[in-house]
């Protein structure tokens, strides 16, 4: 069985006005994410660990942000359709270890509801989806809310 490992990494400008779609779930928040689709960080994170691990580029070759396609696109519907194309070449997913970075608002209490809507997505049990959120201590722009980070680490084997 060959083991094989994927770093992804997305960043959105915060606005206000703009829907915060984090993990898959709606977060209630005075702002949300730039974006030509939902701007959900967390799943873009994990999609480009994935395809990375696969050796099957990044989220953006395979939905480009020019395509009007993809514009408001629902994160899930393309992790879903990444998850089909890494089963299509072999794989199964390990497990999935990602870190978001925010100021605000305060994420903890919405990392279960991300974690089994991630697991679903991905086929994997709950435990599999490691979720950690921490601030910039207002440092950077993450600190000074103009954005928010997600790293994502993803583990596959080839059947």
């Given at each position: 069985m060959k083991i094989k490992v994927g770093y992804g990494y997305d960043v959105h400008a915060l606005a206000e006005g703009e829907s915060l779609w984090l993990g898959g779930i709606e977060i209630a928040h005075t702002k949300g994410t730039v974006a030509h689709s939902d701007g959900d960080v967390v799943l873009h994170a994990i999609s480009d660990a994935l395809l990375g691990a696969a050796g099957m580029r990044d989220i953006g070759y395979h939905f480009p942000d020019t395509d009007p396609e993809y514009k408001n696109a629902d994160s899930k519907v393309l992790l879903k359709?990444?998850?089909?194309?890494?089963?299509?070449?072999?794989?199964?997913?390990?497990?999935?270890?990602?870190?978001?970075?925010?100021q605000h608002p305060r994420l903890n209490p919405h990392i279960p509801a991300m974690q089994q809507v991630i697991s679903k997505l991905l086929k994997v049990e709950t435990d599999d989806v490691s979720i950690k959120a921490t601030t910039t201590e207002k440092l950077g722009f993450e600190g000074r809310e103009q954005g928010i980070s997600v790293a994502a680490v993803a583990l596959i084997q080839k059947q």
């Open positions: 359709e990444i998850v089909q194309k890494l089963q299509d070449k072999g794989f199964i997913i390990g497990n999935i270890d990602c870190t978001i970075s925010a």
